[in-house]
């Protein structure tokens, strides 16, 4: 039982595979076995600088805003996983309820696109109703009819700079100047170890995460290891590029 286990560290894809049951799962994970099972299940790379300094420069990963960078969530894959998703839906409910002036919001918002089933999943544990948002043409687009002084909860995959909580949220506003935005917004990792989001007239949100990864990221024309030969690689075009990525260094 998983529940029973002490710590996931240092337990094989196999073994995790076998007790990734999400009713069992009862206690709460460190944001180091949260980063431990993105790496055993290939959802998580990182520059390995000791295999670098043996010979292996291999490649790095090209973040969605161009820069250069030594550290890559794919949460898509992490959340393709229906147990892991599950597991990480009721984690990030349990962090929720431990917080401050916390209540079952009456809305969740799975920000798109990487948080739309993990959204699904939140709003049924909290027993709320899912509003629906999707993206088109880069624009968050709400299909949900929220009504006035309902509140919302906003759920994401990844918070690097709080970009896509600010188009959420106003978008929420422009189609109800009403709703009640909550004052969280759940994460399964805060990527740019922000902690807080402020955005102006609406309020400051903490962010309840799973996991922090603070990322090294550079300009691509000052990127340390361009300059030492690793070649950059964009890892969610395709399948292909994130094997690449991730299998540069072994």
Known sequence: MMGTVKSIIGLSKEKL?????PQSFTRKLSGEEIIYLAKTFDACWEYDYQA????KIGRHAVLKCGS???????????LSNDNIREIVARQL?????????AERPDWVVGIP???????????RILKSRLAVMTKENGQMKLESRIGAYESVLMV?????????????VREVLAKQPRALVLWHELAVVDRG??????????????VVSLAQLKVNDWPPDDCPLCRAGSKPIK??????NWQLLIRSQL
């Open 156 to 168: 994401e995959d990844l918070c690097t700079r709080g970009t896509g909580l600010r188009e959420a």
């Open 193 to 206: 170890g922000l902690g807080r989001v402020n955005i102006s007239d609406v309020h400051e949100f903490t």
């Open 52 to 55: 670098a300094a043996n010979g």
């Open 113 to 123: 696109d990487g948080a739309k089933e993990l959204g699904k999943d939140v709003a």
């Open 17 to 21: 595979a076998e007790c990734l049951d």
């Open 93 to 101: 409910v349990m962090r929720y309820r431990l917080q401050p002036s």
């Open 68 to 78: 250069h960078s030594d550290i890559f969530f794919n949460s898509k894959i992490f």
């Open 235 to 240: 890892p969610k075009v395709t399948d292909e």
